[in-house]
Every structure is written in C-alpha cells, then in structure tokens.
C-alpha cells in the first residue's frame, strides 16, 4: 500500500543513512530503499515530483492489515495464482 505525501511533509526519523537511491530513465523518480534488507521505502514520483509515495508497510507502528477497506494479499496465495 502506497501513500501521498509533500516532499516537505515527508522526515525519515530514523535511517536515513542506511537508504540507497535508484533513478533510471529521466532521473525524475527517485526509488529509495533500505540498504539491508532492500525494501522499498518511499519514492519521488515522476507523475509529481512535488509528492513521494510512500510504502505504508514499512512505517513503523503502522499495520496495513487494519486499514479498511484495502484489499491485500499475501503473496503466497495470490488470487492469479489460482
């Protein structure tokens, strides 16, 4: 799950240091992710590059199972799978 945010509203508290940024094409996007276990944390979008999309997933205290009403899957079971 991905969310809108202002580049300005936007603060990594906490491992900053330990993000790699990948930029490919126009270098408009930058697609930061964690250099250790490389998941994707947030992005500056090409569409607006006023606006990251963030990865709800990896903010802590955050469980995206419990925001209603977004379908997930756990990609074991995938429905396209079937």
């Given amino acids: ?3 809108s945010v202002l580049l300005a509203d936007l603060e990594v508290v906490k ?3 330990n993000l790699s940024c990948y930029s490919f094409n126009t270098q408009t996007a930058k697609h930061y992710f ?3 276990c ?3 944390m947030h992005h500056q979008r090409r569409s607006n590059p006023h606006e990251y999309g963030v990865n709800v997933g990896a903010l802590e205290g955050v469980n995206p199972r419990e925001i209603d009403p977004v ?3 756990d990609g074991v079971n995938h429905p396209s799978d079937r």
């Fill in 38 to 40: 490389g998941i994707y």
């Fill in 71 to 73: 379908p997930w899957h």
């Fill in 1 to 3: 799950m991905v969310a």
């Fill in 34 to 36: 964690c250099k250790t």
């Fill in 15 to 17: 491992g900053r240091d």
